[in-house]
C-alpha cells in the first residue's frame, strides 16, 4: 500500500506501515504518506485523543496509541507486545515490517482485532493488573504470522489462524515465564474442552467455517480444542518438533493463502504419517 492521507492537524494518525512524510498546510490541514510492505490488508485509525508510547524490539518500532488516563495498561502493552515479537521471532520466523502499531479501542463484541501491522485492544482490556489483557496482546501480535502473513480465508477456515493464534499464547507464556506457565494455559485450554463435553455437547470438527457453528460451538473449538491440537503434537513429537514444525509452515507459505490441506501435508511431512492419522481424529473428528 501506498496512502495519502489529508486530515485535520488536530488529529493523531495511527495506521498499518509506516508514515514516511508529514507537511501541514496553513488550511489547518496534515497530509500523510503512508506506505508498507506486501500486506493484506490497511487499517487506519485517526483521533485528537490518542497517547503515543514508543518502544523498540530489535529493528523493530513498536507504538502504543492508547486514550489517556492509564500510564501503567500503556507501558504494559508496550512491554507485551516487545515480548511477544521476541519470542515469535524466536519460535516461528522473523516479523519483517519495520513497525508495529497497537490501538486502544472502544471495541464492541470482540476484545481484540488483528490487522497486519496493527492490532486493536478493547479499552475495557486495557487494564495493567488484569492479567487477560496480557492473552490478548499476545493472540493479535501472534496474528502477525497467523493471518498476515500467512493468510487464510478467515471465515472458510477459522482454526487455521485463531487456534495458532491461541496456541501461540501457550509458547509466549512457557518461553517467557517458564514450562509451568505454558502448562496453565494449557490446562485452561483442556479444562474448558472437558466441562464443556461433560455437560453432554457433542463434539465437532474443527475445521469448518463460522456458519457451521453455534457461538458458543465456535468458541470451543476454535480457541480451545484447535490450540490444544498443538499441544498433543508436542506431547507425541516433543515441543522442538512442533517449533521446527511451524517455521517450516512460516516459512513455505508465507506471503501465501494457505488451507486445511495444506497443514495436513506438511504434518505428515515433517512428522510423519502418524501425525496425519492423529490431524484426521483431532481436526476433522474422523473416529
Do not use: C
Amino acid at each position: 500500500f501506498d496512502v495519502s492521507l489529508r486530515a485535520p492537524s488536530d488529529l493523531k494518525v495511527a495506521a498499518s506501515g509506516t508514515t514516511t512524510e508529514t507537511t501541514t498546510s496553513r488550511d489547518g490541514l496534515t497530509e500523510y504518506r503512508i506506505v508498507t510492505g506486501p500486506m493484506r490488508d490497511f487499517s487506519l485509525s485517526v483521533s485528537p485523543e490518542f497517547e503515543l508510547l514508543e518502544g523498540r524490539e530489535g529493528d523493530i518500532n513498536v507504538h502504543i496509541w492508547s486514550l489517556p488516563g492509564d500510564a501503567d495498561a500503556d507501558r504494559a502493552g508496550l512491554d507485551m507486545t516487545q515480548e511477544s515479537l521476541r519470542i515469535f521471532n524466536e519460535q516461528f520466523g522473523n516479523y519483517p515490517y519495520r513497525e508495529l502499531d497497537v490501538v486502544e479501542a472502544p471495541l464492541s463484541g470482540a476484545a481484540g482485532i488483528e490487522y497486519p501491522g496493527l492490532y486493536y485492544t478493547g479499552s475495557e482490556e486495557w487494564n495493567a493488573s488484569d492479567s487477560f489483557f496480557e492473552i490478548v496482546a499476545v493472540h493479535e501480535t501472534a496474528h502477525q504470522w497467523w493471518y498476515s502473513l500467512v493468510g487464510n480465508d478467515q471465515v472458510g477456515e477459522p482454526w487455521l489462524d485463531e487456534s495458532l493464534a491461541q496456541y501461540s499464547v501457550q509458547v509466549y507464556f512457557r518461553e517467557r515465564y517458564g514450562d509451568q506457565a505454558g502448562s496453565d494455559v494449557q490446562k485452561n485450554y483442556q479444562n474448558v474442552l472437558t466441562q464443556y463435553l461433560e455437560n453432554n455437547n457433542p463434539q465437532e470438527a474443527i475445521d469448518l467455517p463460522v456458519v457451521a457453528y453455534h457461538e458458543r460451538e465456535y468458541v470451543i473449538w476454535v480457541y480451545y480444542a484447535g490450540p490444544l491440537f498443538y499441544s498433543q503434537l508436542e506431547e507425541k513429537y516433543g515441543a522442538q518438533a512442533v517449533s521446527e514444525y511451524l517455521q517450516a509452515y512460516f516459512s513455505t507459505y508465507r506471503y501465501q493463502i494457505v488451507h486445511t490441506e495444506d497443514v495436513r501435508a506438511l504434518l505428515v511431512e515433517s512428522l510423519g504419517d502418524g501425525a496425519g492419522v492423529f490431524f484426521d481424529q483431532w481436526i476433522e473428528n474422523k473416529q
